[in-house]
């Protein structure tokens, strides 16, 4: 008889709220700041692989969800990737494989006149040398 056995892992999470985000505001227009981050990107060598729509989900299905709170004016996510940077965290652990791609998002909060560039903080050792490029990207974004 064949008997498949499948290991038990047990992980701890931190609850999302407990999750550091590392964020620029500034009083630049949302485009602005969005067109930076999308140039910023490929000025290190990067291609956005997808551009997430947040903003514009989230108000389109609001009514769907029986929400009548507005979020955002606006807010995308962009998803990219280093094969070089990638590759070194991976090499020197492979489970850093759950943080790619690595995401910088921009948002403006409904109401509000800033805007807000940022990123998740990643873990110390290897993963500080993608915030390094994370935090280059935001900066520059923002014209620093």
Known sequence: MFRLVLPFFVSLALPLSAQE???YETDQPFDDVAFGVENAILN?????ENVSHVGEMLER???DVGSDVTLF??????????AVLSREVMEADPMNIGFCPYDIF???LAGKETVTVG????PEGEMQKVQAMLDKIARAALGQ
């Open 21 to 23: 985000m590392v964020t």
């Open 44 to 48: 290190e060598g990067l291609v956005a």
């Open 61 to 63: 299905t609001r009514e």
């Open 73 to 82: 004016e606006a807010a995308e996510v962009y998803s990219f990737c280093s």
């Open 106 to 108: 921009v948002m403006q």
């Open 119 to 122: 990123y998740r903080a990643l």
